[in-house]
């Protein structure tokens, strides 16, 4: 039973732009908070930026004033807005729900992850 669902990963240019969403049920969009997660071979999945219910956002500092977290409660979606991509951003992008920015910082989330969407950055 899919809950979570990512999109709008692609393969880009350095400096380049892309907006990925995820699409949750509003169970899922009910809870506190949620993230944007992402993961590359050999490293641990790590938190690049949450949102509270209320608005309140935290962005990892290795994509600050590059990446940007919001979201629309009538469609149930989170987004990630991504600029000025730089290689080291390529990774298999993921989204989840916590109860608080900490615990989605440690991956205590409270669903199954979902297959990510792939984000490529080239040189």
């Known amino acids: 039973q899919v809950q979570l669902v990512e999109s709008g990963g692609d393969l880009v240019q350095a400096g380049g732009s892309l907006r990925l969403s995820c699409a949750a049920s509003?169970?899922?969009?009910?809870?506190?908070?949620m993230g944007w997660y992402r993961q590359t071979p050999g490293k641990r999945r790590e938190l690049v930026a949450a949102?509270?219910?209320?608005?309140?956002?935290n962005v990892a500092d290795s994509v600050k004033g590059r990446f940007a977290i919001s979201r629309d409660s009538a469609k149930n979606t989170v987004y990630l807005q991504m600029n000025n991509l730089k290689p080291e951003d390529t990774a298999i992008y993921y989204c989840?729900?916590?109860?608080?920015?900490?615990?989605?910082?440690?991956?205590?989330?409270?669903?199954?992850w979902g297959q990510g969407t792939q984000v490529t950055v080239s040189s």
């Open positions: 949102i509270t219910s209320g608005g309140s956002t």
């Open positions: 989840n729900a916590g109860n608080n920015i900490n615990l989605l910082r440690n991956l205590w989330v409270l669903r199954p």
């Open positions: 509003g169970s899922i969009f009910s809870i506190n908070a």
